[in-house]
């Protein structure tokens, strides 16, 4: 009963390290996605993928690369992190998009110094 | 473009008060849906309810109803008798099912934090 597995919980980072956060899935589900969640904010879409080897960009995707190799994995990677990346990030999967509601990870705390 | 607007930002009850969450969206799509999450202090979001904009008949569920009329573009939630375990953000959130690569993507409102007091 796994449903979506976000990897770390936390992690502190200083400026310019890189780092990759990483999210799995077993319900094969096609569709994926990253969040971002700040106080005040909501949840801003940072990148999802409707399938193995297709991404595309969201809301807010500067400083952020993913890959999606597998129907399970959706890693997100920061290149260099910098402080403003300091946030809540949530992955989420769903099997349909727009008619499927979303099933979230539950969160990875990232501090970056 | 599509937008989600929750006005109220923080709401404050007592116990067993009726409380509603308002939400307004914007979109151009004919077809499109409309959902409801909760985020309780423990962090994690947890789906409450989808509805599509073909389906404009309100929703009851325990204590939870929603009152979805496109005539305002509106989605609002209300909690009867609320309880201190719906203390949570509450998010409203829209789906396009429209053409085009990026529909079906979840746009969020920036929610609304109810505190409900013993």
């Known amino acids: 009963n796994a449903g979506v597995t976000q990897t770390p919980k936390f992690q502190v980072l200083k400026t310019g390290q890189s780092m990759t956060l990483q999210c799995a899935q077993d319900m094969n589900h096609e569709y994926m996605s990253w969040y971002r969640q700040d106080p005040g904010m909501g949840l801003r879409l940072i990148h999802y993928?409707?399938?193995?080897?297709?991404?595309d960009q969201g809301e807010v995707p500067n400083g952020y690369n993913v890959s999606r190799s597998t129907t399970e994995d959706f890693p997100l990677r920061l290149l260099s992190a910098a402080p403003s990346q300091t946030s809540v990030y949530f992955c989420a999967s769903s099997y349909r998009t727009q008619t499927g509601e979303l099933f979230f990870g539950e969160g990875s705390r990232l501090t970056v110094l | 473009a599509q937008k989600v607007t929750q006005a109220q930002t923080e709401i404050s009850v007592v116990e067993k008060e009726d409380v509603t969450l308002d939400c307004v969206y914007e979109t151009r799509d004919t077809t499109y849906y409309l959902f409801w999450y909760k985020q309780p202090p423990s962090g994690e979001l947890v789906f409450l309810i989808r509805r599509n904009s073909f389906d404009e008949q309100n929703e009851i569920s325990g204590r939870y109803s929603w009152n979805f009329q496109k005539s305002t573009s509106s989605f609002n939630f209300t909690i009867t008798a609320s309880q201190v375990v719906d203390s949570a953000v509450y998010f409203c959130?829209?789906?396009?099912?429209?053409?085009?690569?990026?529909?079906?993507?979840?746009?969020f409102g920036k929610g609304t934090k109810l505190s409900v007091k013993p």
């Open positions: 993928s409707v399938g193995a080897g297709i991404t």
């Open positions: 959130a829209l789906s396009e099912a429209g053409g085009g690569g990026s529909q079906g993507n979840l746009i």
